[in-house]
């Protein structure tokens, strides 16, 4: 199934968020990848919620880690799970705080971006991660 220009905004917001938590990427060099996206030109409002994903996360990192380390399972801490997940929480976890979008939609798509960038069995934690958040 093809992927709608608001999957592939998401998709390049986990991404970009994994190239900041990996490699400290600034600001720019992470417009500048977006903005290299030509599926994302086309539709100028999915760039801007790219935009948006971003900066919210890069804003507002540590209170959505520690809202998730309050969901994980004792003895694991945000910082031991690997970038990937980091990124796929974080962005998830923007748009259940901060957008109207519905949760089921938010947690479904963050499973697809993990099914698709992390460990076989990595969805199933993401999935019960932000299913407990409210």
């Known amino acids: 199934m093809e992927k709608t220009i608001r999957q592939i905004a998401r998709e ?3 991404i970009a968020v994994y190239q900041w938590l990996t490699v400290d990427a600034s600001k ?3 417009k500048e ?3 290299a ?3 994302l030109l086309e539709g ?3 760039e801007q ?3 948006w994903l971003i900066d919210t996360v890069m804003e507002n990192k540590s209170s959505y880690e520690t809202l998730l380390n309050t969901k994980l399972k004792k003895g694991w801490s945000f910082d031991r799970l690997n970038k990937m997940e980091q ?3 974080l962005v ?3 748009e259940l705080l901060e957008s109207e979008l519905d949760k089921s939609i938010v947690i479904n798509e963050a499973v697809i971006n993990a099914k698709e960038y992390c460990d076989e069995d990595s969805y199933k934690f993401i999935n019960g991660v932000l299913t407990a958040i409210e």
Do not use: G, N, W
């Open 12 to 14: 390049k917001a986990v």
């Open 87 to 89: 990124a796929i929480l």
């Open 37 to 39: 996206d030509e599926a």
């Open 28 to 30: 720019e060099e992470l």
């Open 49 to 51: 919620f790219c935009y």
């Open 92 to 94: 998830a976890t923007c």
């Open 44 to 46: 100028r409002s999915a």
């Open 33 to 35: 990848y977006v903005h």
